[in-house]
């Protein structure tokens, strides 16, 4: 029996449900929204803390730490179609870190590691890396942000990124490979586990 069902709540989730949210094959996409973007120091293109975007009765956080590539991608509403994107905060896990460049090397080339037998890493330190690996460098926004649409043609992940600062900081590493480029999807706000500097 269903006497005690609350109408109000069920036609809530109707409305909700006959909206296509990102993901969703039938998401109405504009073409328009297929752009070239990518993160610079500075700037403050991305989208600041507490924003939210209503699609239907939902509305979606696309704060610092929120998971870029679920608007960001062909089935959402995002300005681009994201390869890699990110957020780097400070290392009290709330204040974005505006001064970072994030590197992506090839799986085979990233970071030495104790007792490495790789050729690149012979007589070299722990978390030595060839610059010339690097497929690509990504400065963090203003708001902590690194995103881009431009990945050179026919790279893909796994990557192996690094996160170096402009203010003196060791380098972090990855102690493996990324098979995604969404890297809030692991290191955001919906884990707790954040990419940190300064700790």
Known sequence: ?????????????????ATPQPGHPDFPRSPALDMSRVSER????????????????????????????SCHQSLGPGLGLFDVAGTIFA??????????????LPVWAGPCGENDAREHCEDQPVGYYREEDVIVALE?????????????????????????AEDGLAP???????????????????????????E
């Open 42 to 69: 500075g700037g403050i293109a991305s989208h600041p803390p507490g924003n939210v975007y209503p699609i239907g009765s939902l509305t979606h956080d696309r704060s610092p730490g929120s998971q870029c590539m």
């Open 172 to 198: 972090r590493a990855m102690r493996f490979p990324t098979s995604s480029g969404a890297c809030n999807m692991c290191h955001g706000i919906s884990t707790g586990i954040r990419i940190r500097f300064g």
């Open 1 to 17: 029996m269903d006497q005690f069902t609350d109408h109000g709540q069920a036609d809530a989730e109707a409305d909700a449900d």
């Open 91 to 104: 290392a009290n896990g709330v204040d974005a870190y505006p001064n970072a460049t994030v590197k992506l």
């Open 140 to 164: 963090t926004d203003a708001r902590g942000n690194f995103y881009t649409t431009d990945l050179p043609a026919g790279v893909e992940p796994p990557f192996w990124p690094i996160v170096e």
